[in-house]
């Protein structure tokens, strides 16, 4: 459908000298009956149309017969007089111009209110009428859809007029969207009469149109318009590819369809037969269209290797128009029984609308001969709404309004309100500087399509394409933003950073704790990852007022601090282990896996007569017993412990966030443990492992220690790792470097996941992480049955209702 301004309808005479010879009833003429006309007009007390609105009249009626036509004729005589004397560039009056973005509207199927502030949108601005004035003579409703689209005055704003100019009209769209349904109107207008212009300002009129007003077009759903737009914007900067997919669509128009029609009439007869009413017809495709199809064919290589030339299915789609939205499916059930579905190409927006209110089911199956027939099924509502968007719900100051099409009423139903504008208007009003709106204007807008997620608890949010966790977390609110360490897509723990596809299950973590406490906030490379404004002026915002901190690293508590809680405190100096038939001999705890009572342990013995003590399973310990050194037996001391007590290495798997260092050393030190060292590993995909070897003034502390690590907010999974980060290179309490004892080393070569986490498969570029099991990032911290030995420790994880 291509909107003509001032195109007669279709079957309809465009004056009463095209009616034909046929005499009306009762014998009248022409002229007779045209006289007998108007006096029964001004018998009924209703003015006369004027004669220059008569083709908008037959329009407008066939959508609303029961319009107010004497509203119509005062608006045109009022905007008539006030543009009088006022040429276009083009030459003409300038009323054509009012008349032609009018004639847009009434073909789009908009209501009289609309018509009437569109026959005044530029008096306003271009002559002496007041706002008032027109307030008086047609209403506050139409004054302010004029003053919606009036443009601000370079004289006051300068450079930023442009800027501001669409913020206000972004700010009266939120009240009513058939503001931006007239500017559209008014662009398309100015469009069509672009050559009038100089070069120069043509470029910049079109890049305008490009960047904000064909993809308001698009999220407004008005195909038709936003088709026409794309076409004269790509001619006008691209005109020689233009002229190319221009010479390609006439040749194929010359000659005869060979695939799509034949198609669509067997698929009618097929549908006739099985019972269907339906309307089948093939939709060419518009330039742009076309013009997307020959890239991706000149992208893809054919079966001879070289890029594919244009296909006869890539010129149109077989559109197929039925009743009822059960028919959609039936004609769907008959096509993919008729003929071989293309995997992947069946969409259902029926069931799932798009954010602009596009219902259709989408498929396209393969033809014998290997062509391929994209197919269009949608019900006769639905064919109206995908042409012409908001504009098909009706007013939306009359009661009812978009009443039948149901669903969420931001974004699926409001026409007042849909919610990708909600959220515009919501980040607008934190860029007051108009280079920055402008900007983040063109970048929200630059994503031509969005996707819809679906949270755990059933909540839909509409996003860009190309938006990541980050995102989807601060369109659930600004807070949640802020509180965020992690997220979990279709089941799986995931970094922030992860881009969202449509259709993804989704699950913001949160950090637990008082609600009314700070936030931990955003970490400044989330900005790397922000798609959204609204995301990335809050971060920016929450970085500006929250400079981040230096971290403290403490060992242990120091003064002032409240003291730790006291622990039965194991006798130093005496024997941690009695080995049977060696009594006296020395042992030495191995630091590659930190064995603790009542850790499973094994001994070996190694130079010097001395017993090295492993836990059972270690990777040393098992490769020294597969050489064949003799496992002695070992038993735990009731009271032993070595001279520096006993010492643990504990790693901590987290969501990386400001401050996690020092929450984590305190929660160490709060349950009254020495740290010996800590290491921290670079962050990857938003991930950290922190490493801590820390002395245990008594055995029994190590479980409430591993608990206090695990409420640590973003803290996943804390566990015992066989060997520490670093090969096999141990750390003395002074911190100076030491040889580790043959068999207390790691594997040769095992690098950092030495006798780590050996039960999980490992991937390129991402480290193997035990304690990721699809499961939330919030722990209870109440472990029942905590086992003290074995190779490590996990926590029972839960979700916090706030998810």
């Known amino acids: 459908m291509t909107i003509e301004a001032g195109q007669p309808l279709a079957g309809q005479p465009t004056s009463a000298r095209q009616a034909g010879a046929r005499r009306p009833l009762g014998g009248l003429g022409r002229a007779a009956l045209g006289r007998a006309g108007r006096a029964a007009l001004l018998a009924t007390g209703r003015p006369p149309v004027p004669d220059a609105i008569e083709p908008l009249v037959r329009v407008h009626r066939?959508?609303?017969?029961?319009?107010?036509?004497?509203?119509?004729?005062?608006?045109?005589?009022?905007?008539?007089?006030?543009?009088?004397?006022?040429?276009?560039?083009?030459?003409?009056?300038?009323?054509?111009?009012?008349?032609?973005?009018?004639?847009i509207l009434a073909q789009l199927g908009a209501?009289?209110?609309?018509?009437?502030?569109?026959?005044?949108?530029?008096?306003?601005?271009?002559?002496?009428?007041?706002l008032d004035q027109v307030a008086e003579e047609f209403g506050p409703e139409v004054a302010y859809l004029v003053d919606g689209v009036t443009k601000l005055e370079k004289v006051d704003f300068g450079a930023a007029a442009e800027a501001e100019t669409f913020r206000k009209m972004l700010v009266a769209t939120g009240d009513d969207v058939r503001v931006m349904v007239i500017k559209l109107a008014d662009r398309l207008h100015n469009m069509r009469t672009i050559r009038h212009m100089k070069p120069a300002s043509q470029v910049?009129?079109?890049?305008?149109?490009?960047?904000?007003?064909?993809?308001l077009a698009e999220r407004l759903g008005i195909q038709v318009l936003k088709a026409e737009l794309e076409d004269i914007v790509f001619a006008t900067l691209h005109p020689e590819e233009c002229r190319?997919?221009?010479?390609?669509?006439?040749?194929?128009?010359?000659?005869?369809?060979?695939?799509?029609?034949?198609?669509?009439?067997?698929?009618?007869?097929?549908?006739?037969?099985?019972?269907?009413?339906?309307?089948?017809?093939?939709?060419?495709?518009?330039?742009?269209?076309?013009?997307?199809?020959?890239?991706?064919?000149?992208?893809?290589a054919g079966p001879d290797g070289r890029p594919q030339g244009p296909?006869?299915?890539?010129?149109?789609?077989?559109?197929?128009?039925?009743?009822?939205?059960?028919?959609?499916?039936?004609?769907?059930?008959?096509?993919?029984?008729?003929?071989?579905?293309?995997?992947?190409?069946?969409?259902?927006?029926?069931?799932?609308?798009?954010?602009?209110?596009?219902?259709?089911?989408?498929?396209?199956?393969?033809?014998?001969?290997?062509?391929v027939v994209e197919v269009l099924v949608r019900t006769r509502r639905m064919h109206e709404v995908a042409e012409t968007g908001v504009v098909a719900l009706g007013d939306p100051r009359q009661p009812g309004a978009g009443a039948d099409q149901g669903g969420d009423e931001l974004d699926r139903t409001d026409p007042a309100r849909p919610g990708w504008l909600s959220r515009l208007l919501e980040w607008q009003q934190e860029t007051p500087d108009p280079d920055a709106f402008w900007s983040a204007l063109t970048a929200d807008l630059a994503g031509d399509r969005e996707i819809t997620v679906v949270t755990e608890t059933g909540e839909t949010l509409q996003l860009r394409a190309g938006a990541s966790c980050v995102d989807a977390a601060y369109l659930l609110g600004e807070e949640t933003g802020h509180r965020c360490i992690g997220a979990r897509v279709n089941g799986r723990l995931t970094a922030l950073s992860t881009v969202l596809q449509d259709g993804d299950l989704v699950a913001i973590?949160?950090?637990?704790?008082?609600?009314?406490?700070?936030?931990?906030?955003?970490?400044?490379?989330?900005?790397?990852?922000?798609?959204?404004?609204?995301?990335?002026?809050?971060?920016?915002?929450?970085?500006?007022?929250?400079?981040a901190p230096v971290p403290v690293v403490r060992t242990g508590p120091s003064a002032g601090q409240p003291a730790p809680p006291a622990h039965r405190t194991a006798e130093r100096g005496a024997a941690p282990v009695a080995v049977a038939g060696r009594p006296g001999a020395p042992v030495r705890l191995a630091r590659c896996c930190t064995p603790v009572p009542p850790d499973e342990v094994s001994g070996f013995a190694i130079r010097g007569g001395t017993v090295a003590v492993h836990r059972t399973g270690c990777p040393a310990g098992e490769r020294m017993r597969a050489d064949g050194r003799g496992v002695l037996e070992i038993h735990w001391q009731p009271g032993g412990a070595p001279p520096s007590g006993y010492r643990a290495t504990l790693r901590a798997e987290a969501l990386n966030r400001p401050r996690l260092l020092a929450d984590l050393t305190a929660a160490i030190s709060g349950e009254g443990v020495g740290i010996v060292s800590a290491e921290v590993e670079p962050p990857q995909e938003l991930r950290v492992r922190h490493t801590y070897t820390v002395e245990l003034p008594d055995p029994a502390v190590l479980a409430a220690v591993m608990r206090a690590m695990l409420r640590v907010s973003g803290v996943y999974d804390v566990s015992r790792p066989h060997a520490p980060e670093g090969g096999a290179t141990a750390r003395t309490p002074a911190g100076e470097a030491e040889?580790?004892?043959?068999?207390?080393?790691?594997?040769?070569?095992a690098g950092a996941t030495a006798g780590g986490n050996g039960d999980d498969p490992p991937a390129p570029g991402v480290r193997p992480s035990w304690g990721i099991h699809g499961r939330s990032a919030a722990f209870t911290g109440q472990w029942e049955n905590l086992p003290a030995s074995g190779p490590r420790s996990r926590g029972v994880a839960h979700t916090s209702p706030e998810r």
């Open 311 to 371: 296909q006869p299915a890539d010129f149109g789609r077989v559109l197929v128009v039925v009743e009822e939205n059960a028919d959609c499916y039936a004609v769907l059930g008959e096509l993919h029984t008729c003929w071989t579905p293309l995997p992947g190409e069946f969409k259902d927006f029926v069931a799932a609308p798009k954010f602009n209110l596009y219902q259709s089911l989408h498929t396209a199956v393969a033809l014998e001969g290997g062509a």
């Open 509 to 547: 973590l949160t950090e637990q704790g008082d609600p009314a406490a700070r936030p931990s906030g955003p970490a400044p490379d989330w900005l790397a990852h922000a798609r959204t404004p609204a995301a990335r002026l809050a971060i920016e915002r929450w970085l500006a007022d929250h400079p």
């Open 111 to 130: 209501g009289t209110t609309t018509l009437v502030a569109s026959l005044l949108h530029d008096t306003v601005e271009d002559t002496d009428l007041t």
């Open 204 to 215: 910049r009129i079109a890049k305008v149109t490009r960047d904000v007003l064909i993809p």
């Open 244 to 300: 190319r997919t221009r010479a390609l669509l006439a040749g194929h128009e010359d000659g005869p369809d060979t695939l799509l029609e034949p198609f669509a009439r067997t698929l009618a007869r097929q549908l006739a037969e099985a019972g269907v009413a339906a309307e089948v017809t093939v939709r060419p495709r518009h330039c742009v269209s076309l013009h997307r199809v020959l890239l991706k064919r000149a992208a893809a």
């Open 62 to 103: 066939r959508h609303h017969p029961q319009a107010d036509l004497g509203l119509l004729g005062r608006a045109y005589r009022l905007a008539e007089a006030s543009h009088r004397g006022q040429k276009r560039k083009s030459g003409e009056p300038y009323i054509t111009h009012p008349l032609a973005v009018t004639m």
């Open 739 to 749: 040889p580790a004892p043959p068999g207390e080393g790691t594997e040769p070569g």
